[in-house]
């Protein structure tokens, strides 16, 4: 992908002949801002961001450049990915001036959303509610049949020990 940068100095002329650079910080989340309270992917599914730089590229006369990143691998995730661009542009004094922008990564698999119609816990012997949703590779809600669903009970035992008058 590439991003085109529009350069200007603060009274609004063209920043001309400046260096540009940056980097894409790719990370994932369990939400999608288009379906707030849904958690898409699995739970156990830690990803390490991954920064992809940009090329080094110089502004033209009328401020503008163009950067691109070299092709990679996203990191492999059930969670949906989203790129932070960091951008900036050296001035004549060699002060960065940087901006950031967020942007989803499209991603190539459908995807199911799970939603709780609770907050927090459920009451013991009470019943628990949820919707889910199923979303095509672009991100649109589509049809699913035969989707299966299982609910774990976790339980978490701890054994206490002393070692050298500490627990």
Known sequence: PSVTVDARYLFGAPAGDLEVNGEAVLSASSSIAAYPGY?????SDEVTATRQPFDTA???????????????EPPVTTRPLSA???????DASGKPVERTKDLPV???NQRIGVKPRFDGSVPEGSQAGFDVIALDAAGDRMAAEGLQWEL???????????SSGSW
């Open 152 to 162: 774990k009970k976790i339980r978490v035992d701890f054994q206490w020990y002393s």
């Open 84 to 90: 932070e661009l960091q951008l900036r542009i050296v």
């Open 39 to 43: 958690s898409f992917g699995l739970s």
């Open 58 to 72: 110089r502004t033209d006369a009328d401020g503008k450049a163009e950067l691109s990143l070299a092709s990679f």
């Open 106 to 108: 499209a991603g190539s």
